[in-house]
């Protein structure tokens, strides 16, 4: 029984003989074939009457598919040779005939299309290589290689740790981007601007430069290379969030190692995102000042008020050293003889903790702040000298020294449990707010306070 012979590639390049005449495959679109004879006549016809035609044959392939100039450049010597020699094995294994093979040799009998399926080339091409390196190649392997590059070409031939990479702004000309650039680190304070915005004014930079007239790219392009220099920097987005990712640290908050209360403790003001009704009556937003403890990661003192002043910020760390009162109203709960601290070694050093709540009394060894007005005053020194505490200035717009008040998230945790109890919050732009803001009782100022109290007593939770 003979076997069953597959019939034949035509490819653009090969030629064909029909009807007594040999032609040319000048091209293939669909199933239409155009041919030119020895003449140069051209003529065109289905591919399956052509195949089907009496005498039909392929004579000859032609040459090679030649690689585009520069295509490896930047290799190194030895990957740009790997990669050609496996774009040699792979062209055989598709077409079954070596990209420099002469024009009229006929495919090797285990590569050729016509009686040899794709998997019956890969294994003999698996075969072949594993006894050209010496080691087992497998047929998985030829396979993986082979769909790599009827995907990508040679190109996916290169390792792709060391395969050329295409920069982030094409084709543009360098003074182009280097202008946009200048402009997006300009806008990190500004308002925000469109991106027509920055094509007319990179477009204006660029015509009083020096040198060779600069090209700029089309509309669509521009905003594709204004997409990929613009992620992450919100440079069309918000202007906080933008300012906020600009006035980031270079690196990474610094890691302070503390081995006991007191030993590095940080203060912060924050916007309170509660309404609230001052003494004269006036409906405003207040303050919060919170004092945090690095080691325990516990709130020793928080002050609301409607701005921060210098006595606020003594006051502060006066309540820290302090023991707080009961107040009535509270639950029992949450009396310093409950809680997990050592109330009877404490008793018997101060009896006025008979009374007191349970928060912890630290006396601050050093103090993180950063440049608000309240924390540069004297009375905050003054009040800092008393106890032998050392205040560290945070830099400004850089604040790697204190990651625990930046983070904590003090305002907004506090404000959610007391708006929870008493009405919404005021949200922090119009974005979160509701409907009918205005209308909303505040609360007065010394309920909003003793609640502030109450959540630090009870834990600094909900």
Not at 303 to 330: C, E, Q
Not at 340 to 353: E, K, M, T, W
Not at 420 to 441: E, I, S, Y
Request: aromatic letters at 4%.
């Amino acid at each position: 029984m003979s076997a069953v012979r597959r019939p034949p590639v035509v490819r653009p390049g090969d030629r064909v003989r029909f009807d007594g005449a040999v032609h040319t495959v000048v091209g293939i679109s669909g199933m239409l074939v155009r041919l030119a004879d020895g003449l140069g006549q051209s003529s065109a016809m289905h591919l399956p009457t052509l195949m089907t035609a009496p005498g039909f044959e392929v004579v000859g392939s032609g040459p090679g598919r030649l690689l585009p100039p520069g295509l490896l450049d930047g290799l190194e010597a030895g990957l740009a040779e790997k990669a050609l020699w496996w774009h040699r094995h792979m062209t055989e294994v598709l077409t079954g005939m070596a990209p420099d093979a002469p024009a009229g040799t006929a495919p090797r009998p285990e590569y050729d299309p016509a009686s040899r399926s794709l998997a019956d080339r890969e294994t003999a091409k698996a075969a072949e290589l594993s006894a050209e390196l010496g080691h087992p190649v497998s047929r998985h392997t030829v396979r993986r290689r082979r769909q790599r590059y009827q995907k990508r070409g040679v190109l996916g031939m290169v390792d792709g740790r060391h395969a050329p990479r295409r920069p982030a702004r094409g084709q543009v000309d360098p003074r182009v981007v280097d202008e946009l650039r200048k402009l997006m680190n300009q806008a990190a304070d500004g308002s925000t601007r469109t991106v027509s915005y920055y094509f007319t004014r990179v477009g204006r930079a660029v015509k009083g430069l020096d040198g060779p007239p600069v090209t700029m790219p089309s509309r669509a392009t521009f905003y594709r290379l204004f997409n990929r220099l613009e992620a992450g920097r919100h440079t069309t987005g918000s202007a906080r969030t933008r300012r906020s990712l600009a006035s980031q640290p270079d690196g990474a908050f610094d890691q302070v190692t503390v081995c006991r209360p007191g030993e590095l403790m940080e203060i912060d003001s924050t916007p309170f995102d509660v309404l609230v009704r001052l003494d004269n009556g006036v409906v405003d937003r207040c303050e919060l000042v919170g004092m945090v403890d690095v080691a325990t990661r516990s709130i020793t003192a928080a002050v609301l008020r409607p701005t921060t002043k210098s006595v606020d910020a003594a006051l502060l760390l006066a309540r820290s050293v302090t023991p707080a009162p009961m107040r009535p109203g509270w639950p029992e709960a949450l009396r310093m003889e409950h809680s997990a601290l050592p109330y009877q070694r404490l008793l018997s050093v101060d009896d006025r903790l008979r009374h007191a709540a349970a928060v912890p009394l630290i006396i601050p060894e050093a103090i993180v702040v950063d440049g608000g007005k309240a924390f540069l005053s004297r009375n905050f020194h003054t009040a800092c000298n008393a106890f032998g505490t050392e205040v560290i200035h945070a830099p400004p717009h850089s604040d790697p020294q204190a990651p625990y008040r930046k983070n904590s998230g003090l305002g907004s945790l506090i404000a959610r449990s007391v708006h929870q109890r008493v009405h919404r919050p005021l949200g922090r732009a119009p974005g979160p707010q509701g409907r009918g803001r205005a209308v909303v009782v505040a609360a007065p100022a010394p309920g909003t306070s003793r609640r502030v109290d109450q959540f630090v007593l009870a834990g600094q939770g909900p």
